[in-house]
């Protein structure tokens, strides 16, 4: 017997969580990224971060094909951008985005006001996701005030 999905994403909506874009570099240049707020630290030694993406997401096949990402955490400023990354349409979400390429490749996204560099480490099922496993090879953060997620919505919190 398990709980009836709406039901689950119900519950877990109560569970506030911030908001980043995860994105990587295919081998012809071109970028993908996706909106996602299923992200965690998994371990100090060595620096490992994890990234879940459905299965059906527009970049999840990309992500596995670099083979590195990075993680881009918004600030409160900008859930238009957010928004934008959590379409299913991923043929213009970089136009007019501002980044560079850090070690991996991966683009850092220049309103991000933290990020980290992955190399994807390993990949592994987790019903229709996938639970990427990254190592943080580099990465920044700056003040700021970070956009957060709850119930469906975007917000802001002011520590």
Known sequence: MTIDAAEFRRILGHWVTGVTI?????ADGRPCGLTANAVASL??????VLVCVEHSADSHDCIQAAGAFSVNVLPATAERLARRFAEYDSSD?????AYRNEI??????????????????????????????GEVVAGD??????LVYYRG??????P
């Open 141 to 146: 953060a700056l003040d700021g005030v970070p």
């Open 43 to 48: 371990s100090l030694h060595p620096p490992l």
């Open 104 to 133: 991996t490749g991966a683009p850092v996204l220049g309103d991000a006001m933290a990020w980290i560099d992955c190399t994807l480490r390993d990949a592994l099922p987790g019903g229709d996701h996938t639970i990427f496993i």
């Open 22 to 26: 995860v994105a990587a570099k295919l």
């Open 153 to 158: 919505g975007y917000g802001r919190f002011t």
């Open 93 to 97: 979400k970089f136009e007019g985005v």
